[in-house]
């Protein structure tokens, strides 16, 4: 079973920054991270899970508009992680955090990680 394991996240002042990482471990391979597509998404309390970012194998990178420009989504395909950077934070981008890891190419395979709290103060 693939874990992810998320870390990073807190409490961070308005106009702030804050960098959230994701470590994939278990029976995952190097070769075979660099094929995922990977992804942040966030849930805020009463709203729907929404993608924040996601880079694709390519590194071909996308972004929800409200944090476009303000966020960056970055890979490591060596240490099978990667990482959302987090500026000019906002009381919006108050949420829970969780990296997802999809496999678009031969089996299909997508594991989650439990989620990051973060919160940003006025």
């Known amino acids: 079973q693939v874990q992810l394991v998320e870390s990073g996240g807190g409490l961070v002042q308005n106009g702030g920054s804050l960098r959230l990482s994701c470590a994939a471990s278990?029976?995952?391979?190097?070769?075979?991270?660099?094929?995922?597509?990977l992804a942040w998404y966030r849930q805020a309390p009463g709203k729907q899970r929404e993608l924040v970012a996601s880079?694709?194998?390519?590194?071909?990178?996308d972004y929800l508009a409200p944090v476009q420009g303000r966020f960056a989504i970055s890979r490591d395909n060596d240490k099978k992680s990667f990482d959302l950077q987090m500026n000019s934070v906002k009381a919006d981008d108050t949420a829970i955090y969780y990296c997802h890891i999809e496999r678009r190419t031969g089996r299909f395979a997508e594991w989650w990680g439990q989620g990051t709290q973060v919160t940003v103060s006025s």
């Open positions: 880079i694709s194998p390519g590194g071909a990178t």
């Open positions: 278990g029976p995952i391979s190097k070769a075979s991270f660099k094929i995922y597509n």
